[in-house]
């Protein structure tokens, strides 16, 4: 596995993604979304992952540059993002990842505030050929009303923010505009699959869904480069 940094340009300004690249034939992409913390180690290293799956999987930085040091500036950095801002990042990054890379087909994921733009973008973006948000917001139902890509849908039912209440909204509009989109619930908390927060991480519902977004992924983005030595 290699890593590179990715130059991206949009309207309100410069930003660089975080790249991991396989080490084998590219066949594939995955656009990653951060939490509202930033880029930090731990998503640097689910971008790992997916690279030894077999996969490009490019991370945009959304914030720019800064991290946040605790959860009050996460908040903040969150609510200063413009989600028009975040789309264009992320339209970027699949145009980049295109150019650069030569990805044939692009999925995207994210978590917390990643997994509410990954959720908007597969609703927006018909460059993309699958979604997993993780634990995101529910955008509104007019914009919902417009999912093509499948998606897969990851939530805890002891989320405080993303309530079973959100996601049962989730669920209706899925009925009854008969998108392609499946809902995973799990008895955990939000932020579930982040192993560095050992007071929400659950290693089972973090396990069982890994596997299930890459199964999702080898469906709808076909097998990922066969890594070296496998």
């Known amino acids: 596995m290699n890593t590179e940094t990715l130059n991206l340009n949009t309207s309100r ?9 396989p080490a084998g034939d590219i066949t594939a992409a995955v656009i990653l979304i951060q939490e509202w913390w930033g880029i930090t180690e731990h998503i640097r290293d689910i971008a790992g992952r997916y690279a030894k799956e077999g996969y490009i999987c490019v991370a945009p930085d959304l914030y720019r540059g800064k991290v946040a040091k605790d959860s009050e500036e996460a908040s903040r950095l969150m609510h200063d993002l413009d989600t028009v801002d975040g789309l264009e990042t992320i339209s970027e990054a699949i145009v980049k990842s295109r150019g650069a890379f030569g990805a044939q ?14 959720l908007r973008a597969a609703c927006e973006m018909s460059e993309l050929a699958a979604a997993a948000p993780f634990y995101g917001d529910i955008p509104e139902e007019r914009v919902l009303a417009k999912l093509n890509v499948p998606a897969i849908f990851f939530a805890g039912s002891r989320d405080n923010w993303i309530t079973p209440e959100k996601v049962e909204v989730l669920k209706k509009a899925a009925r009854e505009y008969n998108l392609p989109l499946e809902v995973v619930s799990y008895d955990a908390d939000h932020a579930f699959f982040n192993d560095t927060r050992p007071e929400v991480y659950d290693a ?5 869904a890994w596997q299930r977004v890459l199964a999702h992924f080898r469906k709808y983005l076909g097998e990922a480069a066969r890594p070296t030595g496998a």
């Not at 300004?13 to 690249?21: D, E, K």
């Not at 089972?204 to 069982?208: F, G, H, K, L, T």
Request: proline share 0%; hydrophobic share 45%.
């Open 13 to 21: 300004g410069a930003t660089t993604a975080v790249v991991a690249l």
């Open 105 to 118: 087909k692009i999925g995207i994921t994210g978590y917390c505030m990643g997994g509410t733009l990954a």
């Open 204 to 208: 089972s519902a973090a396990q069982d």
